[in-house]
């Protein structure tokens, strides 16, 4: 995790591209953009690349030229420990090996927040390393432990700060998928969190000026659920209760919070788009249903049915250690609304797949 490809890079400001081969059309006119983790400091201790901080690569191409540009997401951590010259903020996966080490570790961390070292719960600690979204017209680098970041990629990377899209005083809002779901149509973005106390799982909208919508709290989540991503039909939402859980008690054993529950039923859990609470929610047992990400989901039969189209994790076991291993695989789920049942399932590809995804304009319509 740390050579070849996954190697740690230096900041690199703007700078020209040569054309090695054949030339870039005139036609062509914009950027792309791609966030992943990299350690801002070598690391000295068990390493997960999860716990990297966030960094920015871009190609922007116009007027037949192009030019690469990589900067870090300049996150409250990131900054804090910049200024310290080391890591001071515990890190989810790697921090907590051994009892002796892990208790250590936490117990360093509260006295460094009691001392005034650094504040998670007002400035977050998130790395902002996972995935790039554009919600209501601005770009903002993502991870699910804190909140988005608002970045500005015009000729070079800044990071504009971190944001809570105007939401209300009285609800707290520190964390945020990194997989939301925007209608293009509508400049609107579906989004949730999950939580280790009740509410375990929480969604809200986020409508076109920007502005977050109350929290709808789902309390048939009876454990914290590492959820990565969903899926948005034109009408319903949908979650998958996943084994990958999250149990602080952890800790004191010397492990990670992260853990696998083989005991857990998997389940899938739908509940219309634009309700105001879950009393309409419905849950389907779906075992094995392990999803890393979802790659998207319709409705057909005027509503009646639900296409759900994602890469399932088959050796979940696998997923918190060597991903390369989890054998991520795509499968299609049809479920009845009426019925509130699974019709069939089915394995699309034989071949392991990597993060999935699709192009935004098509998520919830239907797709080949």
Not at 93 to 104: K, L, R, T
Not at 269 to 292: C, H, L, Q, R
Request: one cysteine or more.
């Amino acid at each position: 995790m740390l050579s070849g490809n996954l190697a740690p890079v230096d900041e690199l400001p703007p700078t020209a591209c040569e054309v090695v081969e054949g030339s870039l059309l005139s036609c062509l006119d914009g950027v792309y953009l791609l966030n992943g983790p990299n350690p801002q400091f070598k690391p000295r201790s068990p390493y997960h690349l999860f716990d990297s901080d966030g960094m920015f690569h871009m190609i922007r191409i116009n007027d037949r030229k192009a030019t690469f540009c990589s900067r870090y997401v300049k996150t409250y951590k990131y900054m804090l420990e910049r200024d310290m010259g080391y890591p001071i903020i515990p890190s989810h996966f790697s921090s907590f090996n051994g009892v002796m080490a892990s208790i250590a570790r936490v117990a360093l961390g509260v006295a460094r927040v009691v001392a005034g070292e650094f504040n998670p719960v007002i400035n977050g600690y998130g790395t902002a390393n996972t995935s790039v979204a554009v919600i209501s017209g601005k770009l903002y680098a993502l991870g699910e432990s804190d909140l988005p970041y608002e970045i500005k990629s015009d000729g070079d990377i800044k990071t504009l700060g971190r944001r809570d899209f105007h939401n209300a005083a009285t609800e707290e809002f520190l964390s945020m998928t990194a997989q939301p779901k925007i209608d293009q149509e509508i400049g609107e973005a579906s989004a949730f969190r999950y939580h280790v106390s009740f509410p375990r799982l929480t969604f809200f909208r986020i409508d076109s000026r920007g502005k977050k919508q109350p929290d709808v709290p789902i309390f048939s989540m009876k454990r914290t659920s590492l959820i990565h991503d969903f899926f948005v039909t034109k009408n319903y939402l949908i979650f998958n209760d996943v084994q990958m859980s999250i149990s602080p008690c952890e800790i004191l054993k010397g492990n990670p919070p992260m853990i696998i529950d083989f005991a857990k039923t998997l389940r899938i859990g739908v509940i219309k788009k634009y309700t105001k609470d879950e009393s309409e929610m419905w849950w389907v047992d779906a075992p094995g249903f392990n999803i890393s990400h979802a790659v998207n989901a319709w409705e057909e039969d005027g509503g009646n049915t639900l296409v759900v189209v994602a890469a399932n994790l088959s050796l979940v076991e696998q997923t918190l250690q060597r991903l390369d291993l989890a054998e991520v695989n795509m499968e299609e789920i049809r479920i009845s609304v009426k019925m509130k049942e699974i019709l069939l399932r089915r394995q699309l590809l034989t071949r392991v797949l990597d993060m999935p995804a699709i192009h935004p304009a098509y998520v919830g319509k239907k797709n080949r």
